[in-house]
C-alpha cells in the first residue's frame, strides 16, 4: 500500500498569513493527489484532485502543485472559515490512501 | 444541486450487520463510480470500497474484505454497504462519496455521514 505523511501535523496561523502544508507519498504517484478541507462536525470538502487542479467552486487562494512523490497545500491569505483540518489522498492505486491530517488553527 | 445522503447508521453489537444506503441525486448516478469512506472518532480519514459505475468492479481495504459488500442500483440512484461481522473498530461516521477511480478522479462530493456504533 502506498503510505502518506503530511507536515507538520499542526500549525498556528494569523489571518492573512500564507500557509503551507506538505504531502508526501511512498512511492511516485504520478500527479493523483487529492487535497480535501474538514471542519468539526462537517463532512470533508474536496479542494484539489489532480495536484493542482481546483474544483468547482473552491476559491483560486487555494493551490497545489507536485507530482511523483512530494505535493503541497498553499493557501493565501489566510481567513477565518480556513481554519480546519486538511487531508491529502492518492489515488493512483487501490487501496487508496489519506494522510494524517494537518490541523489550521488560530494563532 | 449534486447531493449525497447517507442513512441506516445506528448501535449494533460485535458480530451483529447493517446495511447503510446512500440516496443520490443532482447527478447522472449510472455514469459514477461511488465509494465509502469512514472516520474513527477523532481520528482521519480511512478509505472503505469502491464500485464502478455498473457495479461490476468493487475494490475494498483490507481491513474489511470478506466482511463488507458494496453494492448498487442505478434504477433507484442508491449505493449500499452491507456491513457483517461488525467489530468495535468498525465505529465510526461512514461517508458516501461521488466517484473516486484509480488514475481518473478522486471523490468530490460527499455526504454527511451516517454513525456506525458497534459496542455491546
Known amino acids: 500500500d502506498i503510505q502518506m505523511t503530511q507536515s507538520p501535523s499542526s500549525l498556528s496561523a494569523s489571518v492573512g498569513d500564507r500557509v503551507t502544508i506538505t504531502c508526501r507519498a511512498s512511492?511516485?504517484?504520478?500527479?493523483?493527489l487529492a487535497w480535501f478541507q474538514q471542519k468539526p462536525g462537517q463532512a470533508p470538502k474536496s479542494l484539489i484532485y489532480?495536484?493542482?487542479s481546483l474544483q468547482s467552486g473552491v476559491p483560486s487562494k487555494f493551490s497545489g502543485s507536485g507530482s511523483g512523490t512530494d505535493f503541497t497545500l498553499t493557501i493565501s491569505s489566510l481567513q477565518p472559515d480556513d481554519f480546519a483540518t486538511y487531508y491529502c489522498?492518492?489515488?493512483?492505486?487501490?487501496?487508496?490512501?489519506f494522510g494524517p491530517g494537518t490541523t489550521v488553527d488560530i494563532k | 444541486e449534486e447531493q449525497v445522503l447517507e442513512s441506516g447508521g445506528g448501535l449494533v453489537q460485535p458480530g451483529g450487520s447493517l446495511r447503510l444506503s446512500c440516496a443520490a441525486s443532482?447527478?447522472?448516478?449510472?455514469?459514477?463510480?461511488m465509494s465509502w469512506v469512514r472516520q474513527a472518532p477523532g481520528k482521519g480519514l480511512e478509505w472503505v470500497s469502491t464500485?464502478?459505475?455498473?457495479?461490476?468492479?468493487?475494490n475494498y481495504a483490507d481491513s474489511v474484505k470478506g466482511r463488507f459488500t458494496i453494492s448498487r442500483d442505478n434504477s433507484q440512484n442508491t449505493l449500499y454497504v452491507q456491513m457483517n461481522s461488525l467489530r468495535v473498530e468498525d465505529t465510526a461516521v461512514y461517508y458516501c462519496?461521488?466517484?473516486?477511480?484509480?488514475?481518473?478522479?478522486?471523490?468530490?462530493?460527499w455526504g454527511r455521514g451516517t454513525l456506525v456504533t458497534v459496542s455491546s
Open positions: 464500485i464502478n459505475h455498473s457495479g461490476d468492479r468493487t
Open positions: 489522498q492518492q489515488y493512483n492505486t487501490f487501496p487508496f490512501t
Open positions: 512511492q511516485g504517484i504520478s500527479n493523483y
Open positions: 443532482g447527478f447522472t448516478f449510472s455514469t459514477c463510480a
Open positions: 462519496a461521488k466517484r473516486g477511480w484509480p488514475g481518473v478522479l478522486p471523490s468530490d462530493l
Open positions: 489532480a495536484a493542482s
